[in-house]
């Protein structure tokens, strides 16, 4: 039971141009949404949050929009630029009772291209 | 330097053998997770820690064990190895339970089973 989907697992992109990567998920228990960025033989690294009760949330050119009611969130990177080219992870939070956990999405490969 | 180190990095063994993966943390987290990852999986969580000697089971734990004896130390045990168990393990520090519970990974153990 895939809580946490990510349905393109690739994208390609032109340099400067907008880059948007997607995330669904079916738990509305959910309170906080983060992206992390992964590049080869590394761990993924956090890249922005977004609280449940906000609809947007912005840190220079990345912008994470959330929409409750249809259990979306989207990741707007722009301009789009060769160092963005990784993987990048949609993450949920839940809590367990004793530690908050994050269940991660399938992830989705940017290539931004010259 | 600080942050999260994962020993091995490279392992590969044979099927039935024990495998144990250290994770060592110099940022005096109290959360500590392992999750592995798996293409088509994204990354799934094995075990967490929300306190030395506090441990639970996440959505991944068959076949697994862990430990942690001191703050900064998680291990994590496959005691009869699978061609299963093949995977890249990351392990996860994180300092608080509430918020937006940003985890900081290590580069990962890939791990063979043959």
């Known amino acids: 039971d895939q809580q946490v989907k990510q349905n393109s697992p690739s994208l390609s992109v032109q340099e400067g141009r907008i880059s948007i990567l997607n995330c669904d998920y079916t738990?509305?228990?959910?309170?906080?949404f983060l992206w992390y960025k992964k590049y080869p033989a590394e761990g993924p690294t956090f890249l922005i949050s977004?609280?449940?009760?906000?609809d947007k949330n912005e840190d220079g050119r990345f912008t994470v929009f959330l929409n409750k009611s249809a259990k979306h969130l989207s990741l707007h990177i722009v301009p789009s630029q060769p160092g963005d080219s990784a993987v990048y992870f949609c993450?949920?939070?839940?809590?367990?009772?004793?530690?908050?956990?994050?269940?991660f999405g399938t992830g989705t490969r940017l290539q931004v291209t010259l | 330097d600080a942050g999260i180190t994962q020993s091995p990095r490279h392992k590969v063994t044979e099927t039935g053998t024990p495998v144990t993966l250290r994770c060592h943390q110099t940022?005096?987290?109290?959360?500590m997770y392992w999750y592995r990852q798996d293409p088509g999986h994204g990354l799934r969580l094995i075990h967490y820690?929300?306190?030395?000697?506090?441990?639970d089971k996440g959505e991944v734990s068959d076949g697994y064990s862990v430990s942690r004896s001191k703050t900064e130390d998680f291990l994590l045990t496959l005691e009869s190895a699978t061609s299963s168990q093949t995977s890249v393990y990351f392990c996860?520090?994180?300092?608080?339970?509430?918020?937006?519970?940003?985890?900081?990974f290590g580069a990962g153990s890939r791990l063979t089973v043959l």
């Open positions: 940022e005096n987290h109290r959360y």
């Open positions: 820690s929300y306190g030395v000697k506090d441990t």
């Open positions: 977004i609280s449940s009760i906000k």
């Open positions: 996860a520090s994180a300092e608080t339970f509430s918020g937006a519970n940003v985890l900081t």
């Open positions: 993450a949920a939070r839940g809590d367990t009772g004793t530690a908050s956990k994050l269940t």
């Open positions: 738990n509305s228990m959910f309170d906080y």
